[in-house]
């Protein structure tokens, strides 16, 4: 069942749009070190009952050139609160196939790759049993394909990397399989955030922010090609189609939002909770360090997250 979230233990921003949408200095999560600043938005409103845009941000020291690409791979390898799928697609580089937000090892452990969905679709081209030559594809999987796509999944926990490498892409199979609408979350997985993949039936618009200008400029490429530089932001925004489209995308919008919340992320240290005045007679909710909501009846010894009107504190229940 897909919960409402409350976008708590995930050590980002929400932000507000603005003459400059992210301020940088509010950053709680930072991944990398030197001079340069870059900052990562996500939003998806389309099914997850939690609007909000998540901020990360990312650092690099001078003399190197860092791409959107290397940016998004590294916050989620640095963080315990951000899942990515991606395929290498051709010769301009990945695509970006899903964004998850939550509790990255409980979304990962839920992530199925639905093997019957795919080969029901009327959309995707790519053949699992007997290569698509019109295509350019050169080999297929088989039986063996919900193996292998498990095998990425596997990977991306054990690693610690918390990104899925699209195994069936274009430099192993010569045609990527554009499947992204059937790498699903199992409904267990909604108690540990929300997961969106999708390019038949929705995509991931890509936007960004660069130099002086500070209004968000649809992508004209893809996060590997593109160049980050000091100051920028990259945002993605999750689109959904009223049905399935075959050619062209969907009008996207850029991430946007109307409140600022700080929130905490365990793993990265650079993260702490923005102390908030709280009203005196909000009741206390108590949250798992990794965001999940806890009846405070039921609580057993240990280190929590208690929330009370907008002051956050972590508490030790003995």
Same mark, same amino acid.
């Given at each position: 069942m897909r919960k409402n979230l409350l976008s708590f233990a995930i050590g980002l921003c929400v932000l507000?749009?603005?003459?400059?949408?992210?301020?940088?200095?509010?950053?709680?999560?930072?991944?990398?070190?030197?001079?340069?600043?870059?900052?990562?938005?996500?939003?998806?409103d389309a099914g997850a009952s939690d609007p909000h845009v998540y901020v990360w941000g990312f650092r690099w020291e001078d003399g190197e050139k860092p791409t959107g690409e290397d940016m998004f791979k590294a916050i989620c390898a640095n963080n315990d609160n951000l899942v990515l799928l991606t395929q290498t697609? +051709?010769?301009?580089?990945?695509?970006?196939?899903?964004?998850?937000?939550?509790?990255?090892?409980?979304?990962?452990?839920?992530?199925?790759?639905?093997?019957?969905?795919?080969?029901?679709?009327?959309?995707?081209?790519?053949?699992y049993y007997n290569t698509n030559s019109l295509f350019g594809q050169t080999?297929?999987?088989?039986?063996?394909?919900?193996?292998?796509? +498990?095998d990425a999944i596997e990977y991306a926990i054990t690693s610690g990397k918390h990104f899925i490498q699209h195994p069936l892409d274009q430099p192993a199979y010569g045609y990527?399989?554009?499947?992204?609408?059937?790498?699903?979350?199992?409904?267990?997985?909604?108690?540990?955030?929300?997961?969106a993949s999708a390019w038949y039936a929705g995509y991931w618009s890509y936007w960004t922010i660069s130099g002086s200008?500070?209004?968000?400029?649809?992508? +004209?490429?893809?996060?590997? +090609?593109?160049?980050?530089?000091?100051?920028?932001i990259d945002g993605w925004s999750l689109t959904m189609f009223e049905k399935p489209m075959v050619g062209g995308v969907g009008e996207g919008v850029p991430p946007s939002d109307d409140e600022s919340v700080y929130v905490y992320c365990e793993r990265n240290e650079?993260?702490?909770?923005?102390?908030?005045?709280?009203?005196?007679?909000?009741?206390?909710?108590y949250y798992t360090l990794s965001g999940l909501?806890?009846?405070?009846?039921?609580?057993v010894p240990g280190l929590y997250i208690v929330r009370k009107g907008m002051l956050t504190e972590k508490r030790l229940i003995p």
């Amino acid at each position: 069942m897909r919960k409402n979230l409350l976008s708590f233990a995930i050590g980002l921003c929400v932000l507000t749009v603005s003459a400059q949408p992210i301020d940088f200095d509010k950053i709680r999560s930072w991944t990398g070190s030197g001079p340069n600043r870059a900052a990562l938005a996500v939003m998806n409103d389309a099914g997850a009952s939690d609007p909000h845009v998540y901020v990360w941000g990312f650092r690099w020291e001078d003399g190197e050139k860092p791409t959107g690409e290397d940016m998004f791979k590294a916050i989620c390898a640095n963080n315990d609160n951000l899942v990515l799928l991606t395929q290498t697609t +051709g010769q301009y580089g990945s695509t970006v196939c899903g964004i998850g937000v939550g509790n990255a090892e409980g979304l990962l452990r839920n992530i199925y790759f639905d093997f019957e969905k795919a080969l029901e679709s009327e959309f995707i081209n790519f053949d699992y049993y007997n290569t698509n030559s019109l295509f350019g594809q050169t080999e297929a999987p088989g039986d063996d394909t919900p193996r292998i796509c +498990g095998d990425a999944i596997e990977y991306a926990i054990t690693s610690g990397k918390h990104f899925i490498q699209h195994p069936l892409d274009q430099p192993a199979y010569g045609y990527p399989a554009y499947d992204y609408d059937c790498w699903d979350l199992h409904d267990e997985g909604w108690d540990y955030g929300w997961w969106a993949s999708a390019w038949y039936a929705g995509y991931w618009s890509y936007w960004t922010i660069s130099g002086s200008n500070p209004e968000w400029m649809y992508s +004209g490429t893809g996060f590997t +090609g593109r160049q980050l530089s000091d100051g920028c932001i990259d945002g993605w925004s999750l689109t959904m189609f009223e049905k399935p489209m075959v050619g062209g995308v969907g009008e996207g919008v850029p991430p946007s939002d109307d409140e600022s919340v700080y929130v905490y992320c365990e793993r990265n240290e650079s993260t702490e909770i923005a102390a908030i005045e709280a009203e005196d007679n909000t009741p206390e909710e108590y949250y798992t360090l990794s965001g999940l909501r806890v009846d405070s009846r039921n609580l057993v010894p240990g280190l929590y997250i208690v929330r009370k009107g907008m002051l956050t504190e972590k508490r030790l229940i003995p």
